[in-house]
């Protein structure tokens, strides 16, 4: 058991015998779990960890993007993370980054690594779309972290005292049965399910690295979840929650003035289809002016804020007995260990 920051350590062990693959290791903390699962976004975190220490000495030193497809749920044991170079180019370095356990393949990513943020007035910029641009997206959320209501997360969570969290009452009642985007018969687009949140990791030592990011990203609450209880027909009375794919992209630095270890989450869904209840899930991580319920709000809060990352996912809906009957692997003392 350790905070996301020392649950997070991996280390080179060595390279393949033909010298394509640069092997990292580690092992996952028990933690860092839904129930019986490994969290998706901590498990990409470590893989994300393994290619950002690859890439440290290079002059592509920041994820830009990662695509990760779950093909199995990882489990808490030791694992390796094998990094493979598919081309270093002038502007990107791409990356595949499997993670292994047991010799079998749970998690493959493609990574693209560059320069996250360039110097001003570089001759590389082409275009922003920034505040005061009336084109410019601005902070989703209704709440100021000081003063949102505070929520806890729920019991699956094995990690639920390492984080303090909100709620955004305006967004919820935007998924209520009698909100306009569901009463009026004639809009057009509309209706689909919205969630927000603001998130603070607990541990002052804590700061939102990437892999943080990534893993911030996956703790928007599931949107069919969000339903009222006359339209969950045929759901489970909990339920578990499996991500397919996810992919992250990174858009710039955490600002200096915002906080190190807040963020805002905003999501939404539009489709939940069969088989298995297969939906999307848009997410994006906004910087915080402070942490959850501290400091206070200050005028032109909002326009301070950026986009910090936008993720998509593809997930399904099981029954959580699934996840439950995921039996933890034993750990493997022939594998190196940190």
Same mark, same amino acid.
Request: aromatic share 8%; net charge neutral; hydrophobic share 35%.
């Given at each position: 058991m350790a905070p996301f920051y020392d649950a997070l350590k991996v280390a080179f062990n060595k390279k393949s015998e033909d010298g394509q693959l640069e092997i990292y290791i580690g092992d996952i903390d028990g933690e860092w779990c839904i129930n019986a699962v490994p969290n998706g976004g901590y498990v990409l975190g470590l893989i994300i960890e393994a290619c950002m220490q690859r890439q440290a000495h290079t002059k592509h030193k920041d994820p830009i993007h990662v695509t990760a497809h779950f093909l199995r749920s990882a489990g808490i044991a030791p694992f390796e993370v094998r990094i493979r170079e598919l081309k270093k180019g002038r502007g990107f370095t791409n990356l595949t980054a499997d993670l292994v356990q047991d010799n079998v393949i749970q998690v493959t990513t493609h990574q693209i690594f560059g320069v996250l943020s360039s110097p001003p007035n570089s001759p590389e910029?082409?275009?922003?779309?920034?505040?005061?641009?009336?084109?410019?997206?601005?902070?989703?959320?209704?709440?100021?972290?000081?003063?949102?209501?505070?929520?806890?997360?729920?019991?699956?969570?094995?990690?639920? +005292?390492? /984080?303090?969290?909100?709620?955004?009452?305006? @967004?919820?009642?935007? &998924?209520?049965?009698?909100?306009? !985007?569901? =009463?009026?018969?004639?809009?057009?687009?509309?209706?689909?399910?919205?969630?927000?949140?603001?998130?603070?990791?607990?541990?002052?030592?804590?700061?939102?690295?990437?892999?943080?990011?990534?893993?911030?990203?996956?703790?928007?609450?599931?949107?069919? +979840?969000? /339903?009222?209880?006359?339209?969950?027909?045929? @759901?489970?009375?909990? &339920?578990?929650?499996?991500?397919? !794919?996810? =992919?992250?992209?990174?858009?710039?630095?955490?600002?200096?003035?915002?906080?190190?270890?807040?963020?805002?989450?905003?999501?939404?869904?539009?489709?939940?289809?069969?088989?298995?209840?297969?939906?999307?899930?848009?997410?994006?991580?906004?910087?915080?002016?402070?942490?959850?319920?501290?400091?206070?709000?200050?005028?032109?809060?909002?326009?301070?804020?950026?986009?910090?990352?936008?993720?998509?996912?593809?997930?399904?809906?099981?029954?959580?007995?699934v996840n439950e009957a995921k039996s933890k692997r034993k750990k493997d003392n022939s594998t190196p260990k940190l």
């Open positions: 910029s082409v275009l922003t779309i920034a505040p005061p641009s009336p084109y410019a997206r601005r902070l989703p959320l209704y709440q100021h972290p000081s003063t949102a209501p505070i929520i806890p997360l729920a019991n699956p969570y094995g990690f639920l +005292s390492r /984080l303090k969290t909100t709620r955004e009452p305006e @967004l919820r009642a935007k &998924n209520a049965l009698d909100s306009p !985007t569901r =009463t009026n018969a004639q809009s057009i687009g509309g209706s689909g399910l919205e969630w927000g949140q603001w998130l603070t990791f607990m541990d002052e030592r804590q700061t939102l690295s990437p892999p943080a990011i990534a893993f911030m990203a996956d703790m928007f609450r599931s949107p069919p +979840s969000l /339903l009222p209880k006359s339209e969950r027909t045929g @759901l489970s009375d909990v &339920n578990w929650f499996p991500t397919v !794919t996810m =992919t992250v992209e990174f858009k710039v630095p955490v600002p200096k003035t915002s906080s190190q270890r807040t963020t805002g989450l905003y999501a939404n869904c539009h489709f939940v289809n069969d088989p298995q209840g297969r939906h999307d899930i848009d997410v994006e991580v906004w910087s915080g002016p402070c942490e959850v319920g501290e400091g206070k709000v200050e005028e032109g809060w909002r326009e301070k804020q950026v986009c910090l990352a936008v993720s998509r996912q593809t997930s399904l809906i099981v029954p959580m007995h």
